[in-house]
């Protein structure tokens, strides 16, 4: 498999964690990790796998340094990548606006020459609405530290093993 680039937004530390969990899956030698703050798009460009992982602040809006590091995400060229999306937010309490950031992330997308993989089915999650949920599935993996956190090492160890057989 090529290299995988993990970037990460994350304010109270649950999805720098997670991120360094999906680092250790796929092994150092491969994957390597950056907090928005510090990546530009030539960081980006350099991986033919990538991964971006945001939390939703607000009510349903991006967390703030994964916001200001999208627009570096559109001047990239991601021609022939693909790319996988995770992203951390609470079900219950935030249960209309559950991981949208996920959903915005895949929108900007769109418009790029990139493939995104990685997508679920939604069961085992108990939400009203969610941005991440397009047709019946999500187009990323949601965490959920607040009210599912026993769920969530198993969840990225499945989610990884998934990524290996979509990754270039
Ligand atoms: C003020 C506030 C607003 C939030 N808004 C949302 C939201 O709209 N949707 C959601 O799914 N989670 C929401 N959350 C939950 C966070 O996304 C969750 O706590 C997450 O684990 C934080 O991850 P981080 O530490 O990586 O930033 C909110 C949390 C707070 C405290």
Redesign the pocket.
């Known amino acids: 498999m090529k290299n995988v680039g993990i970037f990460y937004g994350?304010?109270?530390?649950?999805?720098?964690s997670a991120a360094e969990q999906i680092q250790k899956e796929f092994g150092e030698d491969i994957a390597h990790i950056y907090d928005v703050t510090d990546a530009s798009s030539k960081d980006i460009e350099q991986y033919s796998n990538l991964i971006f992982g945001s939390?939703?602040?607000?009510?349903?809006?991006m967390?703030d340094d994964f916001d200001v590091f999208l627009s570096k995400i559109q001047k990239a060229n991601l021609k022939d990548k693909k790319v996988a999306i995770f992203g951390?937010?609470?079900?219950d309490?935030?249960s209309d606006?559950?991981?949208?950031a996920i959903g915005l992330i895949y929108k900007a997308l769109e418009n790029k020459v990139c493939e995104v993989v990685g997508k679920i089915p939604t069961d085992g999650y108990e939400y009203d609405e969610s941005k991440a949920e397009i047709d019946g599935q999500f187009v990323g993996l949601p965490l959920?530290?607040?009210n599912q956190s026993n769920l969530s090492d198993e969840r990225i160890t499945k989610w990884v093993e998934q990524l290996k057989n979509q990754f270039n």
Do not use: K, P
């Open positions: 994350s304010s109270t530390g649950n999805t720098e939390s939703t602040w607000g009510i349903g809006d967390q951390f937010g609470d079900q309490t935030y606006s559950f991981v949208d959920d530290e607040e």
